[in-house]
């Protein structure tokens, strides 16, 4: 089984820009109101992007409660400080610094996107000691 997450957006090239620069990752679908998000050299997306309102896909009307209301889009990444680094030269909004999540043994650092999704970067877990 593999999770392919679906967030609704308002813009797709903002939102496939914002997550290219902090992944350093590709979109592979390429239309104007649907993106997947690839790492380089994987077979697989990890992410897709889908604007509201079109389609007509079930709970991608508007939205009454602000998007990702309850969601966090969580992401481990192996190169933590790097990740953290691309974040801060995009002038992401970061929510939470960088600290030790102590019951996970691992490194954290909590972000919003373009939309106010809540994004959080994670080093792997048991990787702080």
Aim: charged fraction near 25%; hydrophobic fraction near 40%; glycine fraction near 6%.
């Amino acid at each position: 089984m593999r999770v392919q997450p679906l967030i609704a957006v308002e813009d797709i090239e903002r939102s496939r820009r914002w997550y290219q620069r902090l992944f350093d990752c590709v979109g592979v679908h390429g239309a104007g109101d649907y993106e997947q998000l690839m790492m380089p050299g994987d077979d697989t997306f990890f992410l897709q992007l889908h604007l509201w309102e079109v389609h007509g896909h079930p709970n991608l009307e508007p939205a009454f409660v602000r998007p990702g209301h309850g969601v966090l889009l969580w992401f481990e990444v192996e190169e933590f400080d790097e990740a953290v680094t691309r974040a801060r030269d995009m002038d992401a909004w970061i929510v939470q610094e960088p600290h030790v999540n102590a019951r996970a043994n691992h490194l954290e650092c909590w972000l919003h996107d373009p939309d106010g999704y809540t994004v959080v970067l994670a080093s792997p877990f048991g990787d702080v000691e």
